[in-house]
């Protein structure tokens, strides 16, 4: 099982609706508002490092309230 944390950056007002959207994305096991640089964290979980990197990060980059991500891919 491979594990990756997705910061995501929203527009202005749209960080709870946008991590109602991304709890419902395949391969989301869940979805916070946060405080900081960030707006959402995303815990993703697939079986394949692609899994994740198109599947989920790919999906979130396509949407309009999001301004900017970064994918870590946890190691362990």
């Known amino acids: 099982m491979v594990r990756a944390f997705i910061m995501v ?3 202005t007002g749209d960080a709870e609706t946008l991590a109602g959207q991304l709890g419902a994305f395949d391969h989301v096991a869940v979805a916070n508002v946060v405080a ?3 707006d959402v964290i995303v815990e993703a979980e697939a079986t ?3 899994d994740i990197i198109h599947s989920v990060a790919s999906r ?3 949407l309009g309230e999001v301004e900017d991500t970064k ?3 946890c190691l362990e």
Do not use: D, L, W
């Open 9 to 11: 950056k929203a527009a």
């Open 60 to 62: 979130i980059r396509g």
């Open 71 to 73: 994918t870590y891919v």
């Open 36 to 38: 900081g640089n960030f």
């Open 48 to 50: 394949e490092v692609y």
